[in-house]
Antibody, heavy 120, light 108 residues
Framework: EVQLVESGGGLVQPGRSLRLSCAAS????????MHWVRQAPGKGLEWVSG????????GYADSVKGRFTISRDNAKNSLYLQMNSLRAEDTALYYC?????????????WGRGTLVTVSS | EIVLTQSPGTLSLSPGERATLSCRAS???????LAWYQQKPGQAPRLLIY???SRAIGIPDRFRGSGSGTDFTLTISSLQPEDVATYYC?????????FGQGTRLEIK
């Protein structure tokens, strides 16, 4: 079955760190770019970060640049998001999303998301 | 960054009617770098349309995308109860990727 499964979310205090993971299955992971997209409670979608198939190209939203780091392990069919210096405004459901190709920037497969809550 | 403005914010129509959703960009996104997603309550988004007018795999032909430049439209002909959702447009012409704020579709 083609799917993405996120994990690693939870409740964390402001200023602390959290690492999200996304396990991919059912497709050739290293053929595709991958992304993280988040959705604050009751709000719309916000692209967070993307990484090309070979990690050669990486992009971040300005809101997370310098605090978040995206990475991937093609041998493990996994995508990661290291989130440091977390803020209350980072509270959201974080989706892992598959690019339609090696670097097209639209998303044809989404996971169900993992919830990150930043609060003291 | 390119700002996408969707209208209306909420649309309430009856089954069988046609829905017209608008997405306007603050600058041109070209003729093909626009996607539409459907997000049903409690679910992840699903790709409906890419390249402004190409339907994704498995999407019924009652969903139609059109437009170019700064003005794009998603048309849903003959609304079905299962079309209740929030619909988002997304541009991928320029960095960073941006989404519209969404149009919520209600069925009377």
């Amino acid at each position: 079955e083609v799917q993405l499964v996120e994990s690693g979310g939870g409740l964390v205090q402001p200023g602390r760190s959290l690492r999200l993971s996304c396990a991919a299955s059912g497709f050739t992971f290293d053929d595709y770019a991958m992304h993280w997209v988040r959705q604050a409670p009751g709000k719309g979608l916000e692209w967070v970060s993307g990484i090309s198939w070979n990690s050669g190209s990486i992009g971040y939203a300005d809101s997370v640049k310098g605090r978040f780091t995206i990475s991937r392990d093609n041998a493990k069919n996994s995508l990661y998001l290291q989130m440091n210096s977390l803020r209350a405004e980072d509270t959201a459901l974080y989706y892992c999303a598959k690019d339609s190709s090696s670097w097209d920037w639209y998303f044809d497969l989404w996971g169900r998301g993992t919830l990150v809550t930043v609060s003291s | 960054e390119i700002v996408l403005t969707q209208s209306p914010g909420t649309l309430s129509l009856s089954p069988g009617e046609r829905a017209t959703l608008s997405c306007r960009a603050s600058e041109s996104v070209g003729s093909v770098y626009l996607a539409w997603y459907q997000q049903k309550p409690g679910q992840a988004p699903r790709l409906l349309i890419y390249g402004a007018s190409s339907r994704a795999i498995g999407i019924p032909d009652r969903f139609r995308g059109s437009g170019s430049g700064t003005d794009f439209t998603l048309t849903i002909s003959s609304l079905q109860p299962e079309d209740v959702a929030t619909y988002y447009c997304q541009q991928y012409n320029s960095y960073p990727i941006t989404f519209g704020q969404g149009t919520r579709l209600e069925i009377k």
